[in-house]
């Protein structure tokens, strides 16, 4: 398996434009994380989905900031629209159902470096 | 919420010597991680502990967890250039898969 796949791993975009990132999950894993890493407040937990649907969206920091999960190989964060605050890494990360979970933890992508100007 | 806390932020040290981090964390939970990171990149995945008094090591690294306590600790024998990075523990809580991510400690070994 090639592991979570992130696009793009770097953009560069001036403020107020739309931004989407892109993540597959490793296949068969049922849970897909988006987390945001930044110097100031370390990694946080923006959205998980299990089965493709969103189970915590409480660390989305505004309405600026959308997640989906069309289908079990793809999800999407968008920020619309952007702002230089945003500036990040942004992760993703899958794992298998709870059950098979023990022992297994999260596997991440190589994350976006996203920077807002 | 899970808090999860680690220490030192910031480590640095000599070759060959030896360090501990420690994690610790604010609610019952007997699944916890670690992660390394170098700069730039993602996240690695070193040790999983699922039970109490579980040890596991890899080379200079060894984690230990005590789940009474809740504590895990990363103990680094004879450092080498080779394990500076970001160690990051993170404790398996909740009602779903999530994990609660410490603070990060930045080891920097000098030669």
């Known amino acids: 398996d090639a592991g979570v796949i992130q696009s793009p791993r770097h953009e560069v975009t001036e403020m107020g434009q739309e931004v989407t990132l892109r993540c597959k999950p490793i296949?068969?894993?049922?849970?897909l994380f988006w987390y945001r890493q930044t110097m100031m407040r370390g990694l946080e937990l923006l959205i998980y989905?299990?089965?493709?649907?969103?189970?915590?969206d409480s660390g989305m920091p505004e309405d600026r900031f959308s997640a989906k999960m069309p289908n079990a190989s793809f999800s999407t964060l968008k920020i619309q629209p952007s702002e230089p605050r945003d500036s990040a890494v942004y992760f993703c990360a899958s794992s298998p159902n709870r059950g098979a979970s023990r022992g297994y933890g999260y596997t991440f992508g190589s994350g976006t470096r996203l920077t807002v100007v | 919420e899970l808090k999860v806390e680690q220490n030192p932020l910031f480590l640095s040290m000599q070759e060959g010597k030896n360090y501990t981090i420690y994690c610790n964390y604010s609610t019952t939970s007997d699944r916890l991680y670690w992660y390394r990171q170098d700069p730039g990149k993602s996240l690695e995945s070193l040790f999983v502990?699922?039970?109490?008094?579980a040890v596991k090591q890899e080379g200079r690294l060894m984690a230990s967890l005590d789940t009474k306590a809740r504590l895990s600790t990363l103990h680094i024998t004879a450092a080498v250039h080779d394990l500076s990075a970001t160690y990051f523990c993170?404790?398996?809580?909740?009602?779903?898969?999530?994990?609660?991510f410490g603070t990060g400690t930045s080891l920097t070994v000098i030669p």
């Open positions: 296949s068969g894993h049922d849970y």
């Open positions: 993170a404790v398996e809580g909740g009602t779903g898969n999530q994990f609660y």
């Open positions: 989905f299990n089965n493709n649907v969103p189970i915590d």
């Open positions: 502990l699922l039970s109490n008094g």
